[in-house]
């Protein structure tokens, strides 16, 4: 491996002097707030699901790997992989209690010939409910500041339509936790849009990986067995966040979806939250 140094390497809009390209800005520490909806099948208490909403205080770790990563090639020439790994945990906001703990690895993969394909990002990560994720996709700088979509945490799938009325009562009205709107529950991502109102973005660099096409999860038979894992979408948002004295700070966003499927139904597993920089 050849060692280099990566820390700042690029300032914000200049990523391409990195050899970790638009994962550049990642590095660091960073901490704040956000809100996590999931369902649950809930057999042991005789019902379908249960709905949970947490307000979550949150960490990432993200350190450099400390040289080039060699994929040797047999139809083409080597590659060099760059990256960087990072320890996320997630707590509830006001108990503390822990709620999730993942370890993986963000990769800057350069274009190549065989098989033909551009630059991408993956995530590879692992939970300890027993899944492994490796995603890919994208990433690319925008001015000013982010496009964020509605998301839908609404389920699907052919069980719903065996689903008796009033199914979906704990989605329009939920035991809250501090800070959430009804809305949220909707919309995830309107809490997003919520922590930046009012903020002046200069620069965006957009993150965006999936498990399909390329990648996947796999989880232990318990696992697949009574809720199933079966796809991730992600974008995470590296922001250049402007004072209205001039001065600068770093802000990464992110959306996360997860599809669980019980009872036939696709259940969206949706995280968000708002970061800064230490």
């Not at 960490?59 to 790994?85: C, H, M, W, Y």
């Not at 492994?132 to 339509?161: C, D, H, N, R, Y």
């Not at 002046?200 to 399909?212: D, F, G, R, W, Y």
């Not at 600068?248 to 995280?271: A, C, G, K, R």
């Amino acid at each position: 491996m050849t060692l280099y140094s990566p820390r700042r390497a690029a300032a914000p809009g200049n990523l391409a002097s990195s050899p970790l390209g638009p994962l550049a800005e990642l590095e660091g520490n960073w901490s704040g707030r956000g809100f996590n909806l999931i369902a649950v099948p809930n057999k042991q208490h005789n019902a379908a699901f249960r709905l949970m909403l947490n307000a979550t205080a949150e960490r990432i770790q993200f350190t450099a790997i400390g040289g080039e990563v060699p994929n040797r090639g047999s139809v083409q020439d080597d590659i060099k992989i760059f990256g960087l790994t990072y320890l996320q945990q997630v707590n509830d906001a006001p108990t503390m209690e822990g709620l999730h703990i993942e370890p993986g690895i963000w990769l800057n993969v350069p274009a190549t010939t065989d098989p033909k394909a551009g630059p991408s990002i993956v995530r590879q990560s692992t939970i300890p409910h027993g899944d492994s994720l490796l995603a890919q996709g994208t990433g690319f700088e925008v001015p000013g500041g982010p496009q964020i979509a509605l998301v839908s945490s609404k389920p699907t799938g052919s069980g719903m339509a065996h689903a008796p009325l009033g199914y979906l009562a704990p989605y329009l009205h939920s035991n809250l936790p501090p800070g959430m709107k009804q809305s949220y529950v909707a919309n995830m991502n309107e809490a997003l849009t919520d922590a930046i109102q009012g903020q002046k973005i200069v620069n965006t660099t957009v993150l965006s990986v999936a498990s399909i096409p390329v990648g996947g999860i796999v989880n232990i038979p318990f696992v697949t067995a009574n809720a199933n894992a079966t796809k991730l979408e992600a974008i995470f948002w590296i922001e250049t966040v402007e004072r209205p004295d001039g001065t600068q700070f770093m802000q990464l966003q992110y959306t996360q979806t997860v599809i669980l499927n019980f009872l036939d139904i696709d259940w969206p597993h949706i995280s968000v939250a708002t970061l800064i920089r230490t």
